[in-house]
């Protein structure tokens, strides 16, 4: 399966007040294995939107996506699925150890396995200190790392993330990177949307670029900056194809 | 099951560590041990006023976690964002139903549990002669009830507030304790085409009477058969399956 995500003529609309608004209109992509997809465009776009379709939680109006040549609507279809959301405030009665517990419990990881996971995981977002604290405690940040470690916690074929950097530290995020640069390494594939363009710069093996409803542009980033002005960032390319 | 189950420990762990249970459960010794002086003067009837008032304390409590827990499972989930990390995994929204469900049975039966056990040893201390049978009857209600009272509160879920989930719930459970003989009442002696729409309403509305036991308890009267309890216990499975069923289908619906 060398196609991981497919997504035909994508429409998704959604009805705001008595306005129904066209959030996507008529999106093709295709995110090949071990590949790492960055996935931009400003506030409003429609990313979010495009994620949670390939997640499988919300429907096409029309088109179709694919997810390991499946119906991503299929529970089955998400097992090799690891998700980070932009903002999620975890059950602040649970520790970070007790919520991954809980989500390895529900892909069914055997629990010696399991407890390894865990400890790992803390280790690589550095929460050890904090493991054992209620979430309710935490910071931004600190909340973000517990976001990160439960999408690793299937060590899944395709991790999807939302925004992952917004209130890590420097530290933090030169460990994600590490961490996407592993993935890489091991084949495995990552589609993460962005509004930090030197992350996604330093990353990515491909890009596209979602404005207003429509994906304006795809392809690697160094073809997108080939041909162009001399110190061309992928900031200033993205300015320029938004129209700012 | 495994992710059914995964989802309703989170509640378990809510419960443990929250302070609503623990506020009721000393707030139900004061009661109870001030009930049990009471008792002491051996007024007449006041035993049975005594018990009466007791198991509905325990139902009341229990009734009160129940709802609380059940009601805020699935709007909190959305508020908080967390439902987005837990469908992205192998969790169907059926799924995600059956586990608030089951989590809220397993809260409030935990604390009912506690509040009948002592509910039972005041009954027993009394030192009048008192059916066990009776007694087991009365805790296999009091879970029949709580399941019910959970189911409900995860129906209502789909399109009501958590604020206006309560306030309906205990509506319900207060109307239906105190006016269902009266209602039977009038659906007998009112004229069609009234007394069809008004048979219609009874018939559907959750029978939360059926699982009183308050003043058979009272009273010390015999256990009832068993017949009646396959009936109630028939009845609480039909309802509450159906009411989870339409429920998943909402939730399916519901664009997040």
């Given at each position: 399966?060398?196609?991981?995500?497919?997504?035909?003529?994508?429409?998704?609309?959604?009805?705001?007040?008595?306005?129904?608004?066209?959030?996507?209109?008529?999106?093709?992509?295709?995110?090949?294995?071990?590949?790492?997809?960055?996935?931009?465009?400003?506030?409003?776009?429609?990313?979010?939107?495009?994620?949670?379709?390939?997640?499988?939680?919300?429907?096409?109006?029309?088109?179709?996506?694919?997810?390991?040549?499946?119906?991503?609507?299929?529970?089955?279809?998400?097992?090799?699925?690891?998700?980070?959301p932009e903002t999620a405030d975890y059950y602040k009665y649970l520790t970070p150890v007790e919520l991954l517990r809980m989500y390895g419990a529900i892909f069914g990881i055997e629990k010696s396995l399991l407890t390894k996971r865990i400890d790992e995981l803390i280790r690589l977002v550095d929460l050890e200190k904090a493991a054992g604290r209620a979430m309710g405690t935490f910071s931004k940040g600190m909340m973000q790392k517990v976001s990160f470690a439960q999408a690793l916690i299937n060590d899944p074929d395709l991790?999807?993330?939302?925004?992952?950097?917004?209130?890590?530290?420097?530290?933090?995020?030169?460990?994600?990177?590490?961490?996407?640069?592993?993935?890489?390494?091991?084949?495995?594939t990552v589609f993460f949307s962005s509004h930090e363009l030197s992350e996604v710069e330093l990353v990515s093996d491909r890009v596209g670029i979602l404005n207003k409803g429509e994906l304006v542009i795809s392809g690697p980033v160094e073809d997108l900056l080939k041909g162009k002005e001399e110190k061309q960032t992928l900031e200033k390319y993205f300015l320029q194809i938004i129209g700012e | 099951m495994r992710t059914i189950w995964a989802i309703?420990?989170?509640?378990?762990?809510?419960?443990?560590?929250?302070?609503?249970?623990?506020?009721?459960?000393?707030?139900?010794?004061?009661?109870?041990?001030?009930?049990?002086?009471?008792?002491?003067?051996?007024?007449?009837?006041?035993?049975?006023?005594?018990?009466?008032?007791?198991?509905?304390?325990?139902?009341?409590?229990?009734?009160?976690?129940?709802?609380?827990?059940?009601?805020?499972?699935?709007?909190?989930?959305?508020?908080?964002?967390?439902?987005?990390?837990?469908?992205?995994?192998?969790?169907?929204?059926?799924?995600?139903v059956a586990g608030k469900f089951l989590g809220g049975i397993i809260v409030s039966t935990a604390s009912f549990l506690l509040y009948y056990g002592l509910f039972a040893a005041f009954y027993l201390s009394g030192g009048e002669s008192i059916s066990v049978v009776l007694l087991i009857q009365g805790f296999i209600f009091g879970i029949l009830f709580l399941c019910m009272v959970c189911a409900l509160a995860v129906f209502f879920s789909n399109f009501l507030t958590v604020s206006a989930n309560v306030s309906i719930s205990i509506i319900l459970y207060f109307v239906m304790i105190s006016f269902s003989d009266q209602f039977r009442q009038a659906i007998l002696y009112s004229e069609k085409p009234l007394s069809v729409s008004l048979g219609f309403i009874y018939y559907i509305l959750p029978h939360l009477d059926f699982y009183d036991l308050r003043i058979r308890l009272a009273h010390s009267w015999d256990p009832l058969a068993i017949w009646v309890i396959a009936a109630v216990v028939t009845y609480t499975v039909c309802y509450c399956l159906f009411l989870l069923y339409i429920s998943g289908k909402m939730f399916q619906r519901k664009q997040l």
């Open positions: 399966m060398d196609q991981i995500i497919s997504i035909n003529n994508l429409h998704y609309s959604y009805v705001s007040g008595k306005a129904s608004i066209e959030a996507l209109k008529g999106i093709y992509l295709t995110v090949r294995k071990g590949e790492i997809f960055g996935f931009l465009g400003p506030n409003g776009a429609g990313k979010t939107t495009t994620i949670k379709l390939i997640l499988g939680i919300l429907t096409p109006k029309k088109g179709e996506v694919k997810v390991f040549g499946g119906d991503p609507h299929k529970s089955q279809t998400r097992l090799s699925i690891g998700y980070m991790l999807i993330l939302d925004e992952p950097t917004g209130g890590l530290d420097p530290v933090a995020r030169k460990n994600m990177r590490e961490v996407i640069n592993v993935q890489r390494e091991r084949e495995k | 309703a420990k989170v509640s378990i762990n809510e419960l443990i560590r929250k302070k609503d249970f623990y506020v009721l459960f000393i707030f139900m010794l004061v009661m109870l041990g001030f009930l049990s002086i009471q008792n002491f003067f051996d007024i007449e009837g006041i035993t049975r006023y005594v018990r009466d008032f007791g198991y509905t304390l325990v139902m009341l409590f229990s009734f009160i976690i129940a709802v609380t827990f059940s009601a805020k499972q699935i709007p909190e989930e959305i508020e908080r964002k967390t439902i987005y990390p837990l469908l992205a995994k192998p969790v169907s929204r059926f799924n995600l």
